[in-house]
């Protein structure tokens, strides 16, 4: 069982950085992939970027290739989300998902490849 919290969201300009943190507790941690998603008002959960657990592989979506970094830290069982040049259209709810092996039937950039999911952070982007 792995249990996440988020935090680090907060108000910032356009322009403007933050980085989230999400904290997670669980003696497995380390072999999970990890990933960040986000939802906006009115909208689907989509995703954001995700690590495999050796931080071999990383992915992000398109709208945030560029600006974003994922990172982890198996040490401290934490993963990081590093936002830089944001946009008001950043703002979301922003949640950090962890996908256990036996998710791998499901595609690594959809929800339903996540089975452990934190309570989210508010990132607000203003123009």
């Known amino acids: 069982q792995v249990q996440l919290v988020e935090s680090g969201g907060g108000l910032v300009q356009a322009g403007g950085s933050l980085r989230l943190s999400c904290a997670a507790s669980g003696r497995t941690f380390s072999r999970y992939t990890m990933g960040w998603f986000r939802q906006a008002p009115g909208k689907e959960r989509e995703f954001v970027a995700r690590?495999?657990?050796?931080?071999?592989?990383?992915d992000y979506a398109d709208s945030v290739k560029g600006r974003f970094t994922i990172s982890r830290d198996n040490a401290k069982n934490t993963v990081y989300l590093q936002m830089n040049s944001l946009k008001p259209e950043d703002t979301a709810v922003y949640y950090c998902?962890?996908?256990?092996?036996?998710?791998?039937?499901?595609?690594?950039?959809?929800?339903?490849?996540?089975?452990?999911w934190g309570q989210g952070t508010q990132v607000t982007v203003s123009s």
């Open positions: 690590i495999t657990w050796t931080g071999a592989t990383i």
């Open positions: 998902a962890g996908r256990s092996q036996s998710m791998y039937g499901s595609a690594w950039d959809t929800v339903r490849g996540y089975d452990y």
